[in-house]
C-alpha cells in the first residue's frame, strides 16, 4: 500500500527563523530557503536543500577541515563496484 505524506502543518511563521536559524547553525536566509523548498517545492534550481543545509557549516570550517570534507565527499561520491558474493 502506497502511502501519501501530507503536510497538515503550516510553515514556521517570519518571526520563528531567525531562532531556527540560530538552532541549526544557519542562517535565517538559508532558513528561508529550506521553507520554501520543503513547503512550497521552490528552489534556486541549482542546489538541494541537503547542500544548502550545509553550506553554512562548512563555510566555518578551517581551510585543513574544509580539505577533509572535500575528500570525504569525493571519496564516499564516486560510483561503487558490483561486488560479488560468490
Known amino acids: 500500500m502506497e502511502r501519501t505524506r501530507r503536510r497538515t502543518r503550516r510553515p514556521p511563521d517570519p ?15 538559508q532558513v528561508n530557503a529550506m521553507i520554501a523548498a520543503d513547503w512550497y517545492g521552490v528552489t534556486n534550481g541549482e ?13 566555518r570550517l578551517d581551510i585543513d577541515d574544509y580539505g577533509l570534507v572535500h575528500n570525504l565527499t569525493l571519496r564516499l561520491a564516486r560510483p561503487r563496484e558490483a561486488v560479488d558474493d560468490r
Do not use: C, K, N, Q
Open 15 to 29: 518571526e520563528a527563523v531567525f531562532g531556527i536559524a540560530t538552532l541549526f547553525a544557519t542562517t535565517p536566509e
Open 47 to 59: 542546489l538541494s536543500t541537503r547542500v544548502m543545509g550545509l553550506g553554512p557549516i562548512i563555510d
